[in-house]
């Protein structure tokens, strides 16, 4: 006879023992429960509870209420839309949220449910962190467990939760409101409550009892006694009904069964929920125990015998799995699994064979990529010896030139020396504009050396615009192009670089008193030469900043041409420059 552990599913395996021992366990009980009951004693028990919890229900709902009327009023008042706006200068501002801030505290005086206030908005002043009014980012919402309501609503309640103050943590309950103007999100108000207060009064005159009070949703929002945690009350409770009302609830075996008595009043948010033991109600009803008591005993007996069977059905392909998992090793002699299972078991081995085989296949792949790497670095390696062997060439042919009597090729080797180094520049793909500048000048002055006295430049650059950071070599490959095709038919030219700041970016322009840019492109283009430098350099600048920086070529109405290169300020690298050269 087949296995049916091998052949069937193991859920419908299950389903359907458990489900014919627990028919016949609920059969007894309704039968014993039926035989002596005690349902006058719970009707009786809930009827005052009720009663008692729909009096506190009205009498909380009254102060909640208050606190978002305030919050409603408080949202729509003038100098707070003014202040939230933010169309003042800085020094309004602050005086403007001074006035706010004290509004607001007198809110917290004047009430004394009221723990504290925070007003989330764009750019907040910072204060004492302590303080009961607080500034907040409105960047801030998501942090909040209420954040997910008020996203889709104008205002929502918080469950009890702890804010900072003076006397140290306090537990709160916190209602928040959107404020809008015609149509326009300014900010939220936050009210925070004394969850302290409200717990008082949903304790009422009575002690030792456990109560709780939940929001529309079902969601726990405080609680006072021993209260099981019951993440569903929508479960137990009505949801569709506006009365108040109780029901049993069953828990497990450390709780044991509650009587549940809920109060919800019409035009009320809330609901209190006061939980009884069900065996407290049902104390006398010792005959009762005594039978379900016996059924139960019996019923355990069963489900022992019955799982003690089914785990060791369970066990068994399980252990065979975790033994050849801890032996497995890649490439070595592993342990073969079973192939006669035809159910969950059987998909687990084939998927844990086919996992076997994915490692082998990754184990392969990362030999491979541990070579391409080392490869990879050898080459590196290589590549940082080349410019140290470019300098030391360059010195050398630098002090030969000098021994020979050659100044002018002496200082054009020392000015590509300088240049070399500052196109380099350790790795970085920013240096400031003095560097560039730099870079350029020696550039120029290497062309003045072939030219004679007919190149000339001039520079309009101030100090504080040279402390910033561009990419490099931005300015030379536009120099050299103005040089060889602008000036390509003349003895002389003169060009002149300016900078400045134009509406928060740096304008950088270029103009020469060349050929123009016309007869430039056409010259270009029969010779087939020219144009790599300025697109490297309109591609990085794009590739950098986007699509509103960048550069443009127009002719000059005197003659030549006008490059305009427009950047944004920086006062320092951008953060992915600093973070490769940190993984270097």
């Known amino acids: 006879m087949t296995n049916p552990f091998k052949k069937y599913r193991i859920d419908h395996l299950f389903f359907r023992s458990f489900a014919m021992l627990i028919t016949i366990v609920l059969a007894c009980i309704v039968w014993a429960s039926y035989s002596i009951s005690s349902q006058a004693l719970v009707r009786t028990t809930s009827?005052?509870?009720?009663?008692?919890?729909?009096?506190?229900?009205?009498?909380?709902?009254?102060?909640?209420?208050?606190?978002?009327?305030?919050?409603?009023?408080?949202?729509?008042d003038n100098e707070l839309i003014t202040f939230l706006m933010n169309k003042q200068d800085e020094y309004d501002r602050y005086r403007k949220s001074i006035s706010v801030e004290r509004a607001l505290a007198n809110l917290t005086y004047s009430i004394p449910l009221i723990q504290g206030i925070d007003l989330y908005m764009e750019h907040p002043l910072q204060g004492d962190a302590k303080s009961y009014i607080q500034f907040r980012n409105v960047s801030d919402l998501n942090k909040s467990d209420w954040f997910q309501y008020l996203d889709k609503s104008d205002f929502a309640w918080s469950s009890e939760h702890e804010i900072p103050s003076f006397q140290g943590d306090v537990p709160v309950l916190s209602f928040a409101r959107k404020i809008m103007y015609e149509d326009n999100y300014l900010g939220v108000l936050v009210i925070h409550v004394k969850s302290k207060e409200i717990r008082t009064l949903l304790a009422g005159h009575s002690s030792g009892l456990n109560r709780m009070m939940t929001d529309s949703k079902g969601q726990q929002v405080l609680k006072i006694g021993q209260v099981q945690d019951h993440s569903e009350l929508s479960k137990w409770m009505d949801a569709k009904s506006e009365q108040s009302g109780y029901v049993r609830i069953?828990?497990?075996?450390?709780?044991?069964?509650?009587?549940l008595v809920f109060s919800k009043l019409l035009e009320s948010n809330w609901t209190l929920v006061e939980i009884t033991s069900w065996n407290h109600i049902t104390a006398s009803s010792f005959r009762l125990a005594e039978v379900i008591g016996l059924i139960g005993i019996a019923a355990v007996l069963l489900v022992l015998l019955l799982t003690h069977y089914l785990s060791r059905q369970f066990t068994k392909p399980i252990k065979k799995l975790v033994m050849a998992m801890g032996v497995y090793s890649v490439g070595g002699n592993n342990v073969i699994l079973p192939t006669d299972y035809q159910n969950e078991f059987g998909y687990l081995f084939a998927g844990y064979r086919k996992q076997n085989e994915r490692i082998e296949e990754l184990y392969l792949s990362l030999q491979r990529r541990y070579e391409q790497q080392r490869k990879a670095e050898i080459e590196a390696l290589q590549a940082n010896i080349n410019p140290h062997f470019l300098y030391n060439m360059l010195d050398q042919l630098n002090w030969m030139a000098i021994e020979a009597g050659q100044d002018e090729l002496s200082r054009i080797l020392?000015?590509?020396?300088?240049?070399?180094?500052?196109?380099?520049?350790?790795?970085?793909?920013?240096?400031?504009?003095s560097e560039e500048l730099v870079h350029m000048e020696?550039?120029?002055?290497?062309q003045q050396l072939r030219w004679g006295t007919g190149l000339e430049y001039t520079l309009e650059v101030p100090a504080d615009i040279q402390q910033l950071f561009i990419p490099k070599l931005t300015l030379q490959p536009f120099v050299e192009n103005a040089i060889i095709h602008g000036f390509n038919t003349r003895r002389q030219g003169h060009i002149h670089i300016q900078m400045s700041i134009k509406d928060q970016s740096v304008q950088i322009l270029i103009d020469d008193n060349g050929i123009g840019l016309k007869r430039m492109v056409d010259k270009e283009r029969k010779r087939h030469t020219g144009g790599y430098g300025i697109r490297n350099v309109r591609?990085?600048?794009?590739?950098?900043?986007g699509e509103y920086y960048g550069i443009s070529l127009t002719e000059r109405a005197e003659g030549g041409t006008r490059v305009e290169i427009i950047l944004p300020q920086l006062t320092e690298p951008p953060m992915y420059e600093q973070s490769e050269k940190s993984m270097e």
Do not use: P, W
């Open 47 to 76: 009827h005052y509870q009720q009663q008692l919890l729909d009096e506190l229900n009205n009498e909380i709902t009254t102060r909640l209420v208050t606190i978002e009327q305030i919050s409603l009023s408080t949202s729509r």
């Open 250 to 259: 069953h828990g497990n075996k450390d709780v044991g069964d509650s009587l």
């Open 414 to 433: 020392e000015l590509m020396g300088r240049m070399f180094r500052i196109g380099l520049s350790n790795g970085d793909s920013f240096i400031t504009i």
């Open 442 to 446: 020696c550039y120029l002055e290497i």
């Open 539 to 545: 591609e990085r600048i794009a590739g950098y900043f």
